[in-house]
C-alpha cells in the first residue's frame, strides 16, 4: 500500500506540477540549526471567544492562557471559509480554495499541491501528523492515501468519534483508540511519545496535532461535564432569549471538551519542556472554524459573523516571539503557510497566495492586512455568499442575487446587532465594502467577482 500511495503522490505531481505553478526546492544539510520545531495544534470548531485569556467567563483555559501569556494572542484572525475542508486545504495548500476546488466538505485536495509539509521536509524537517485530515473526499473515517508530505501518521480522514475511535498509521490496517480512552486523550499520548523520540532525532521537527473537538458529539469525560452548570454561563448578548435554554445545554458540552483540551494541550507544552525543546520550539494554537452556539439565533459555522469566522490564533516561540502581546492586526489563513516558512527562515514556495506576516509575531514593525476575504459556497451553487473584514466592518453579500446580506461596524457594534444593509446613511458603506469583497475575488480569480461587480458564473 505505500508503495501505491507513492506511486500515485509521484505521478500526481508529475502531471500536476506546472498547472498548480509550484516549486520545489532543497536546502544543505549544514543549515543553521536555529531554525525552530514546530508545534501546530489544530482544533475544530474553536471559536476566537472561547478563551478566559479572550474574556469569555464560562471557561479556565489555564494551559492556553499561559501559552497566550508567554507568546502573542492574535485577537483578529479569521477562517477565510470557516468550514473544515476549505480551511485545511487553504492551511496545507497555502492557495486559494478558487484554485485547488476545496470549496465545500469531504472534497479531495490535489494530490499535486506542494504542501505545506513538503515544504518543511524539503528543507530538512522530520514531521508528523495526528488527528483529522478531511482533505481526502468523502471517505469515513477513512484511511488517507495522499498525506502530502507528513512522513509520520496516526490520522484518520474525517469523524467525530471520541471513544473507540478508528485512525490509521503506515497500512490501510484500522487500529482502534484503547477502550475508554478519550480520542484526544490517545492523540496526546501519541504526540507525547513522539515528541520524546525526536531528542535522538538530529533534524529539526514539525507535529501537527489536529484534534476533532469541541466539535459535536460533546462526549467529553464526566469528570469535565461535571465542571460545568448551564444556568451559571453568561451568554452571549446577541443570542436571542427563545434560543438561550438550548444555548446553555450544548455549551456545557462545548466547554467540556475544550477545558480537556486545554488539558492535553498543557500536556504537550510539558513534554516540550521535559525533552528540552521548550526554547527553540515554535507552538501554534488555532481552530479551522467557530461555532455560532445560537449567537444570532444561528448554530455551528460557514457563516460571516464573528463567533463562526474569528478563530483563535496563540504563538509561542521564546527565542523570536515577544511574551505578553495582544495582536490586533488583521491574519487569516491563507496567510499561515507563508507566515510559518517565514518564522522558520524558509523560502516561500511560488505560487502562494497568503502573505509572510512573522514580523508581526516577533514584534517587528511592517505591512498589515487591511482586508480579508470570507467565502463560503461554490460558484455553482444556488446562493454562495462572498464577504470582506476590515480593520473595523463586516459585510457579507449574496453575489448571484447581488444583495447585501450583513454589514456591521465591529468597533461601534461589537456583538454585531445593528445590521447596517438597507439602513439610511448606509449605502455609501456598503458600495465601499463591496467593491473591496469584489476587488479581493478579482486577486483569486473567483468567478464570482464578475468582469464590474456582477456575477459572471454563468460562464464557467
Known amino acids: 500500500m505505500i508503495a501505491r500511495r507513492d506511486f500515485l503522490k509521484q505521478a500526481a505531481w508529475a502531471a500536476g506540477a506546472l498547472a498548480t505553478g509550484s516549486k520545489r526546492f ?23 471567544q472561547a478563551l478566559s485569556c479572550a474574556g469569555d467567563p464560562n471557561i479556565q ?26 480551511h485545511r486545504s487553504m492551511l496545507m495548500s497555502g492557495r486559494w480554495v478558487t484554485r485547488t476546488g476545496n470549496y465545500v466538505n469531504d472534497t479531495l485536495m490535489p494530490p499535486a499541491e506542494y504542501c505545506l509539509a513538503e515544504a518543511f521536509g524539503d528543507a530538512g524537517y522530520s514531521t508528523g501528523y495526528i488527528g483529522k485530515w478531511h482533505l481526502d473526499g468523502a471517505d469515513k473515517p477513512g484511511y488517507v492515501v495522499y498525506r502530502q508530505g507528513w512522513q509520520w501518521w496516526a490520522g484518520f480522514n474525517r469523524g467525530h468519534v471520541y471513544w473507540n475511535g478508528t485512525y490509521f498509521t503506515d497500512s490501510d490496517t484500522p487500529l482502534t483508540v484503547p477502550p475508554g480512552v478519550f480520542e484526544p486523550v490517545h492523540q496526546t499520548n501519541m504526540a507525547v511519545d513522539w515528541i520524546a523520540q525526536r531528542t535522538s532525532d538530529p533534524n529539526p521537527w514539525f507535529l501537527m496535532v ?38 446553555r445545554a450544548n455549551l456545557k458540552g462545548y466547554y467540556a471538551h475544550a477545558k480537556c483540551l486545554d488539558d492535553n494541550i498543557g500536556r504537550l507544552i510539558q513534554a516540550l519542556a521535559d525533552n528540552g525543546f521548550t526554547q527553540n520550539t515554535l507552538v501554534c494554537f488555532t481552530s479551522d472554524h467557530g461555532d455560532m452556539h445560537y449567537s444570532q ?27 505578553g502581546r495582544v495582536v490586533p492586526a488583521l491574519f487569516s489563513t491563507i496567510d499561515i503557510y507563508p507566515t510559518l516558512c517565514g518564522l522558520a527562515g524558509i523560502p516561500v514556495p511560488s505560487g502562494k497566495d497568503g502573505v509572510d506576516y512573522s514580523h508581526l509575531f516577533r514584534g517587528e514593525s511592517g505591512p498589515e492586512r487591511d482586508a480579508a476575504l470570507l467565502t463560503i459556497g461554490t460558484p455553482t451553487s444556488a446562493s ?28 461601534a457594534d461589537p456583538y454585531q446587532m445593528n445590521n447596517l444593509v438597507g439602513q439610511p446613511g448606509a449605502a455609501a458603506l456598503e458600495a465601499e465594502m463591496r467593491q473591496r469583497s469584489i476587488d479581493l475575488l478579482r486577486a483569486v480569480d473567483d468567478p464570482l467577482a464578475g468582469d464590474s461587480g456582477v456575477s459572471d458564473w454563468r460562464r464557467m
Open 384 to 411: 454562495p455568499w462572498r464577504g470582506v473584514v476590515t480593520a473595523t466592518h463586516t459585510y457579507a453579500w449574496y453575489p448571484k442575487q447581488g444583495t447585501g446580506w450583513v454589514l456591521y461596524d465591529n468597533v
Open 61 to 86: 483555559t489555564t494551559n492556553l492562557d499561559a501559552l497566550a501569556a508567554a507568546g502573542a494572542r492574535f485577537t483578529r484572525c479569521y477562517s477565510n471559509s470557516p468550514l473544515c475542508t476549505p
Open 210 to 247: 489536529s484534534f476533532g473537538g469541541p466539535h459535536t458529539p460533546y462526549t467529553a469525560p464526566q469528570a469535565y461535564l461535571d465542571q460545568f452548570t448551564p444556568s451559571a454561563f453568561t451568554l452571549r448578548p446577541n443570542v436571542p432569549p427563545a434560543d438561550e435554554a438550548t444555548a
Open 297 to 323: 439565533g444561528q448554530t455551528f459555522k460557514s457563516k460571516p459573523w464573528e463567533e463562526s469566522a474569528n478563530v483563535p490564533f496563540i504563538a509561542k516561540w521564546p527565542q523570536a516571539i515577544p511574551a
Open 26 to 48: 532543497s536546502l544543505a544539510a549544514s543549515d543553521p540549526p536555529s531554525r525552530p520545531n514546530i508545534l501546530y495544534v489544530l482544533c475544530d470548531q474553536w471559536r476566537g
